[in-house]
């Protein structure tokens, strides 16, 4: 997926109001794990993402039918454990692009972070900490975030002028126990990092 620099950024707020986002390419296929394997998500989502010279940006439209029922819940950072039931947007990168190491950003609906250090394809180190900002708005048609990611909080290889890194995203709509991913793995498969699509023309 390719990253554009349009010379603005984004206020991060979580309301996608800034002018960066407009006229931007998108990422809206989407494909259930759960319950219903390999199914269309039930609900839309929009994903799009830009850079300058220090960071990059996320921002997420996580349309809902309902977003009367969206599940926000306020708990403590990194606490997954509570922070899971709850609606929830991820981001993964294997910024070194290594197809074994990683990083995965999650933001709940109510503005809550989840980070995590990907390691040996499948592992995870729950207690690593990286310094990113996000925000998140509920409006009528579901809820919004936004995400900035420092170049600095992410181990990578600087030899070229453009790079390709890995990239996954998730999202789970609790009241559904709907669990959906960019990328979908056939069941069985026991790979994470290694399955990455590709986010490319990274400067």
Same mark, same amino acid.
């Given at each position: 997926?390719?990253?554009?620099?349009?010379?603005?950024?984004?206020?991060?707020?979580?309301?996608?109001?800034?002018?960066?986002?407009?006229?931007?390419?998108?990422?809206?296929?989407?494909?259930?794990?759960?319950?219903?394997?390999?199914?269309?998500?039930?609900?839309?989502? +929009?994903?799009?993402? +830009?850079?300058?010279?220090?960071? +990059?940006?996320?921002?997420?439209?996580?349309?809902?039918? &309902?977003?009367?029922?969206? *599940?926000?819940?306020? #708990?403590?950072?990194?606490?997954? #454990?509570?922070?899971?039931? &709850?609606?929830?947007?991820?981001?993964?990168?294997?910024? $070194? $692009?290594?197809?074994?190491? !990683?990083?995965?950003?999650?933001?709940?609906?109510?503005?809550?972070? =989840?980070?995590? =250090?990907?390691?040996?394809? *499948?592992?995870?180190?729950?207690?690593?900490?990286?310094?990113?900002?996000?925000?998140?708005?509920?409006?009528?048609?579901?809820?919004?975030?936004?995400? @900035?990611?420092? =170049?600095?909080?992410? @181990?990578?290889?600087?030899?070229?002028?453009?790079?390709?890194?890995?990239?996954?995203?998730? @999202?789970?709509?609790? @009241?559904?126990?709907?669990?959906?991913?960019?990328?979908?793995?056939?069941?069985?498969?026991?790979?994470? *990092?290694?399955?990455? !699509? $590709?986010?490319?023309?990274?400067?």
């Amino acid at each position: 997926y390719e990253i554009t620099n349009n010379g603005m950024i984004p206020v991060i707020d979580g309301k996608l109001d800034d002018p960066c986002w407009k006229n931007l390419d998108s990422i809206s296929s989407f494909t259930q794990l759960d319950p219903n394997y390999n199914a269309p998500a039930t609900e839309n989502t +929009i994903v799009k993402i +830009i850079q300058d010279e220090y960071a +990059i940006y996320i921002s997420a439209y996580l349309y809902d039918s &309902s977003p009367d029922l969206i *599940v926000q819940k306020f #708990v403590n950072r990194d606490d997954f #454990v509570k922070l899971s039931m &709850s609606d929830w947007f991820s981001f993964s990168i294997d910024s $070194h $692009h290594d197809h074994q190491t !990683g990083y995965e950003f999650i933001v709940n609906a109510a503005g809550v972070q =989840f980070d995590s =250090f990907l390691f040996d394809d *499948v592992d995870e180190e729950m207690n690593w900490d990286g310094t990113w900002e996000s925000m998140v708005s509920i409006n009528n048609n579901g809820w919004t975030m936004e995400m @900035r990611i420092p =170049f600095s909080s992410l @181990r990578y290889s600087d030899n070229d002028d453009e790079s390709t890194w890995g990239m996954n995203i998730k @999202r789970y709509i609790h @009241r559904k126990s709907e669990y959906i991913e960019w990328v979908v793995l056939a069941k069985g498969t026991i790979a994470t *990092v290694s399955k990455f !699509g $590709h986010l490319s023309n990274i400067q």
